[in-house]
C-alpha cells in the first residue's frame, strides 16, 4: 500500500537554528502535500499544502518565511523551520492523498517531533 | 466552509464493551467524512470513511460508522472493546475530491480501555 516516510523522526536544537524535516511519497507520486502541526493532546492543525512544482499555500496565521516548504519533486517535500524557538517544538505530520475509491485518501507520515532548546 | 466536532474529549469504556464515539459535521456542500486512529508517537491510520455511498460504513479493527444527514452526525461504534483499541481517535471532513482538498480534523477523542 501507499506510504509516507518522514526523516527525522525526532530531532532536538538549539534555539536559533534551522531545522528541516522531510516527506516522501515511497510507492506513489503527490503533486500535493499537506504539513500538520500537533500539540500535546490536541488535534491537527493544518499548516500550509506544499505544491509540486510551485509555491505552497499557507492557513491564515502560519508564517510563511518561519516555516518554508518546498516541493522540488512528486515525491518528496520539505518543511524547514527556520531560526526555531522553544514556542515551535511540536509534532509535525505529514501527509499526501492518494485516489481512493470515491474519495481522496491521506496517508501520513510518522511524524516529527521537534524539540527546541 | 467544513467543520467537525468531537463530543467528549476522553472516552472510558470496559474491555467487551461497546465504544461509541461522536462527531457533529457542518458542511457547505456533500462531505466526505473520514475516521482516522493515532497510537502514541505516531502518524494517523485511516479507518474508514464515507463518500455518499453507503450511509454505514464497515472500517479496519472492527469499526463501523453510520451518516446521519438528518442530525449531521458521523459517529463511530465498535461493539466489543478490545485492550488494543487504546488510541486517540480523530473524526475529519473533506468538501472534494481532488487532490488539493483540504481534510480538517476534529479535536479528537482519547479512548481507553479498562480490563
Known amino acids: 500500500g501507499a506510504v509516507v516516510s518522514q526523516h527525522p523522526s525526532w530531532v532536538i536544537c538549539k534555539s536559533g537554528t534551522s531545522v528541516k524535516i522531510e516527506c516522501r511519497s515511497l510507492?506513489?507520486?503527490?503533486?500535493?502535500m499537506f504539513w500538520y502541526r500537533q500539540f500535546p493532546k490536541q488535534s491537527l492543525m493544518l499548516m500550509a499544502t506544499?505544491?509540486?512544482?510551485?509555491?505552497?499555500?499557507?492557513e491564515q496565521g502560519v508564517e510563511k518565511d518561519k516555516f518554508l516548504i518546498n516541493h522540488a519533486s512528486l515525491t518528496l517535500s520539505t518543511l524547514t523551520v527556520t531560526s526555531a524557538h522553544p514556542e515551535d517544538s511540536s509534532f509535525y505530520i505529514c501527509s499526501a492523498p492518494r485516489k481512493g475509491p470515491g474519495a481522496n485518501v491521506l496517508t501520513f507520515g510518522a511524524g516529527s517531533r521537534l524539540t527546541v532548546l | 466552509a467544513q467543520s467537525v466536532t468531537q463530543l467528549g474529549s476522553h472516552v472510558s469504556v470496559s474491555e467487551g464493551a461497546l465504544v461509541l464515539l461522536r462527531c457533529n459535521y457542518s458542511s457547505s456542500v456533500p462531505p466526505y467524512l473520514f475516521w482516522y486512529v493515532q497510537y502514541p508517537n505516531q502518524g494517523l491510520q485511516l479507518l474508514l470513511k464515507y463518500t455518499s455511498a453507503a450511509t454505514l460504513v464497515k472500517g479496519i479493527n472492527g469499526f463501523e460508522a453510520e451518516f446521519k444527514k438528518s442530525e449531521t452526525s458521523f459517529h463511530l461504534t465498535k461493539p466489543s472493546a478490545h485492550m488494543r483499541d487504546a488510541a486517540e481517535y480523530f473524526c475529519?471532513?473533506?468538501?472534494?475530491?481532488?487532490?488539493?482538498?483540504?481534510?480538517?480534523f476534529g479535536s479528537g477523542t482519547r479512548l481507553s480501555i479498562r480490563p
Open positions: 475529519a471532513v473533506s468538501a472534494g475530491y481532488s487532490s488539493a482538498s483540504k481534510i480538517i
Open positions: 510507492d506513489f507520486q503527490a503533486t500535493t
Open positions: 506544499s505544491n509540486e512544482g510551485s509555491k505552497a499555500t499557507y
